[in-house]
């Protein structure tokens, strides 16, 4: 990536251009309504077409994507995105619906919602799934509402306590704080599994459900997790899954078989829909049968008269008021129906080899926390660099000038100077051992030349960015009169 | 023949497999019990591309596509005209194949078109600043009701009934944990309580028609309250903006803005609000900054509202939001621009009313509100509009939302600069012919 020369919209503004043309009014104009509700002006940039398309291209190639290089984000697959699933979620019988036509107007449309939520329950292993919500953090939302209604339904509102263990999302208690509930933190032993005896303590009658990652946030499964379904069961509690990381459970594990009561996934992540550079995502709900009247509204029900929009009987009501990402549950769906069983079981296999690979190959350079066999995620530490002078954030921006994403750093927070690496199953061993090719040299360059780190990245658009200044002089929008 | 999206090959496998040491994948498995480890799943046989292509392009068909039907029908999620630019930006799989904006420097093309979208929604809306977006326009609005409950110090919103009823539903469904009561006001309404965080109301409204803003900001404000305003981003091409109308907070579903409809989602929650509000605000932000050679640049900034850093104490537990979304509506807002904003709002105004006094005329129909309107009106018909609609279909019309339950035999229709004035006159006949 070279130098740019940097410039936003009012730059390129000049009075007179625009970068669309519209058609002469067909109808007679009507008398517009007094002053008083009229715009006296209405300062947004004229711009041409083609300065715009030039822009935004040049803004374009100062972006990394998936398709750009290896993006071994941890937790957030982000795997490869067939593009002809794009394709599909274009057709213009998906595309140009309106979510208030007629059911009958749309039985395709609810057809292949219908069959998703029923594949999404098989995959998981659950008894119905409620598609409603528009990413994980919704999706987390919709789960933490269900269990607050299941718990009242039963007359037990003294259910007032989320435990969540101390790897956790940030999501996770973030949402059981939007939902009411007070969070307890369970911590993690030390190897890497929930503490059962804190979970044992903590799990109560006053406790409404434990949120659990699995495999966890360290890229590891608890084997515990027949133990921690059946204490927080025996003490009428609910098992609530984060399904971030399904991707190595894929055609291998279900959730339902695990003792969980509900899941939230993240089709953007699990079934290659495209991150969107933060979105659109989708996160449904897939529930045992214990829950599945909370389910959030609508979901697609089959009755005498073909496929309709309801309404769960006790549902904990809509998230949005259209019905979910319709376009990304498209290119999930198309997923699940190009890979079938077999497939998906290929891509949990082929993603845990990857990380595992990565791991063996990297332990002996950077610390190894947890040293055991991996599923789709390994996470190291930098502490070995950062005594040198060399921290997590210097080996992630050195990174980028060896032309590799970063993978998340410093979290989950329970592990020093984390570097979280999830490689994906779309990634070929000769990418995998180029990227080990760049940490291994890294490692060497933070024994060596500490100060190179520290000052990376030298080959990107910019330099490093004063994040201290951004948020103590907070300059979010341009003006123009 | 092997996956194309898994390109190790059985020799890489079993060499990978050296190197771990372990002697076969299912060993890498270890952790997972083993009666839990490859039970059956029943799912469909897999397909290629050629062959589902086929199948799925065969469903789509079963759906009544817009480009074929005449449709009018809004009521929160518009047909407006998407300029070929937007998607072939979009398109740009820099952007449409890249996470979040985590490392500022990999992602400075994303970073400034969100600092672009965050201008121009302001700009638009007339509000001080703009967070990168939420997931939809219903839960913006849920957002804005959380966010003035917890600005006020109080639990209970007011919402008009004028307000579409699918907001109200995500604001109660949002408020449900909290135990935040709803409570629904007439447009008249004589008392407005010291207990209310907010009101919150819609412009133009669920029905089309404009609401008298200013006068509602200042029962608000004299109560304590916030003015939380749900706005219509095309209506804002013509008409006075939210910022100037004593709006706290004001939020839109963003889809309109360079977006197909698709069933509904993916949308976009726009969320502008004044600038003394910002550590209360949910979701994203981007800021500029400068590198350590001064040169300009962009992050995302402000994270400690945020829940990866604040945890239980976040304003929201958003985290993805709608980025791709954003930046259509980004490109969308830049290739109108000034004048192409105003002629498409002047388009779906002119050809509303000339469709509202088209079927005004006709016999047994009349419009059931007399206040000024923008793009969408109410019309009482002769007949229940269910029975009516079920007529249009037949016809390749589709036509409006049946609001009976408010307004007798009434539909709520939506006219845009998608509707020829052959398609408007197409509709007003045969609404005189039924």
């Known amino acids: 990536m070279k130098k740019h020369k940097h410039y936003l919209l009012p730059d390129i503004s000049k009075p007179g251009k625009t970068g669309c043309r519209l058609p002469e009014l067909d109808v007679p104009a009507a008398e517009l309504p007094s002053r008083e509700f009229l715009r006296q002006e209405l300062a947004l940039p004229e711009v041409s077409e083609a300065e715009l398309v030039r822009y935004f291209t040049s803004l374009s190639r100062m972006n990394y994507g998936v398709d750009t290089g290896f993006y071994p984000l941890g937790s957030c697959t982000m795997k490869y995105n067939p593009k002809w699933h794009e394709d599909i979620a274009r057709f213009p019988g998906f595309q140009d619906i309106h979510p208030c036509q007629p059911a009958d107007t749309v039985p395709g449309a609810l057809q292949l919602m219908y069959e998703l939520q029923e594949m999404l329950a098989e995959i998981t292993g659950m008894d119905a799934t409620g598609l409603a919500p528009m990413a994980g953090a919704q999706g987390e939302l919709a789960s933490l509402l269900m269990v607050r209604a299941y718990h009242h339904s039963r007359g037990e509102n003294r259910r007032r306590r989320i435990l969540v263990p101390d790897s956790a999302h940030g999501t996770n208690p973030a949402t059981a704080a939007m939902c009411g509930f007070e969070v307890n933190t369970i911590p993690s032993n030390g190897d890497g599994n929930l503490d059962l005896k804190s979970l044992a303590s903590l799990m109560n009658e006053d406790a409404a459900a434990l949120t659990l990652t699995m495999p966890t946030t360290l890229g590891l499964f608890d084997p515990q997790i027949s133990e921690i379904s059946a204490v927080v069961h025996k003490r009428g509690g609910l098992l609530i899954g984060d399904g971030a990381n399904l991707n190595s459970l894929l055609g291998k594990v279900k959730f339902g078989d695990l003792g969980f009561d509900c899941v939230q996934l993240n089709l953007h992540k699990t079934f290659s829909t495209p991150h969107g550079g933060g979105g659109p995502g989708s996160g449904p709900v897939c529930v045992k049968e214990n829950l599945s009247d909370f389910l959030p509204a609508p979901i697609v029900a089959k009755g005498k008269e073909g496929y309709q929009l309801a309404k769960p009987p006790k549902s904990i009501g809509r998230l949005g008021a259209a019905g979910g990402n319709f376009g990304v549950m498209v290119k999930a769906y198309a997923y699940i129906r190009s890979l079938g069983a077999e497939g998906l079981k290929e891509v949990s296999e082929n993603a845990v080899l990857n990380a595992n690979y990565l791991k063996e190959k990297l332990k002996p350079y950077y610390h190894l926390p947890y040293d055991r066999t991996c599923m789709h995620e390994v996470v190291l530490s930098g502490k070995k660099q950062k005594a040198k002078g060399a921290a997590t954030l210097d080996i992630a921006k050195r990174l980028l000038d060896y032309g590799f994403h970063p993978p998340t750093v410093y979290f989950p927070q329970v592990v020093e100077e984390a570097i979280m690496i999830e490689p994906t199953e779309t990634e070929s061993k000769e990418t995998l051992d180029a990227f080990i090719e760049a940490m291994i040299e890294i490692a060497g360059e933070a024994e060596k030349n500490p100060e190179l780190l520290q000052n990376a990245p030298h080959s990107t658009p910019v330099r490093r960015l004063d994040e201290v200044r951004a948020a103590r002089k907070p300059d979010l929008r341009w003006k123009m009169k | ?197 907010c009101l919150v109301v819609q412009q133009p409204n669920f029905f089309g028609y404009f609401e008298e803003l200013k006068r509602y900001a200042e029962i608000a404000h004299g109560a304590g309250a916030l003015l939380v305003v749900i706005f219509d981003p ?201």
């Open chain 2, 1 to 197: 023949m092997p996956s194309p999206y898994i390109p190790n090959t059985d020799h890489d496998r079993a060499a990978m497999l050296r190197d771990i040491g372990a002697g076969s994948i299912a060993e890498l498995f270890q952790d997972v019990p083993a009666h839990f480890r490859d039970v059956p799943f029943d799912l469909p046989p897999p397909l290629t591309e050629l062959e589902l292509k086929e199948e799925l392009r065969n469903l789509s068909r079963r759906n009544a596509s817009l480009d074929e039907y005449a449709c009018f029908l809004g009521a929160g999620r518009y047909r407006h005209f998407v300029p070929g630019v937007v998607g072939h930006i979009t398109g740009r799989s820099e952007f449409y194949t890249a996470y979040t904006p985590y490392q500022a420097e990999a992602s400075q093309g994303i970073l400034q078109s969100i600092y672009e979208y965050q201008s121009l929604v302001c700009q638009l809306a007339g509000m001080e600043i703009s967070n990168a977006g939420l997931y939809d326009g219903s839960s913006a609005a849920a957002e804005a009701a959380l966010m003035a409950c917890r600005i006020a110090g109080k639990k209970e919103v007011a919402v008009l009934s004028t307000v579409n009823p699918g907001y109200r539903e995500v604001i109660g469904t949002y408020g449900s944990g909290q135990n935040i009561a709803i409570k629904e006001l007439r447009p008249d309404f004589k008392e407005f309580s010291s207990d209310y965080a």
């Open chain 2, 234 to 434: 095309i209506s804002l091409g013509l008409f006075t903006p939210p910022g100037s109308c004593g709006a706290d907070i004001a939020v839109a579903e963003g889809q309109p803005l360079g977006n197909p409809l698709h069933f509904g989602g993916p949308g976009l929650g726009i969320f502008t609000c004044r600038r003394e509000h910002l550590r209360q605000m949910p979701g994203r932000v981007v800021g500029r900054t400068t590198d350590i050679e001064g040169q300009a640049g962009y992050v995302l900034t402000m994270a400690t509202r945020e829940q990866h850093i604040r945890r239980e104490r976040a304003t929201s537990n958003i985290c993805t939001n709608e980025a791709l979304v954003a930046l259509a509506a980004t490109v969308y807002l830049a290739a109108m621009g000034k004048s192409g904003l105003r002629r498409v709002a002047e388009l779906c105004y002119h050809k509303a009313h000339y469709a509202a006094e088209a079927i005004n005329k006709l016999k047994g129909y009349s419009l059931a509100f007399k206040q000024p309107f923008f793009k969408e009106f109410v019309i009482q018909c002769p007949l229940p509009p269910e029975k009516i609609n079920r007529m249009l279909l037949k016809e390749k019309i589709i036509g409006g939302l049946d609001v009976s339950h408010r307004v007798d035999n009434g539909m709520l229709l939506c006219v845009t600069e998608m509707n020829s004035r052959p398609e408007i006159d197409r509709l007003v006949s045969v609404l005189g012919a039924l």
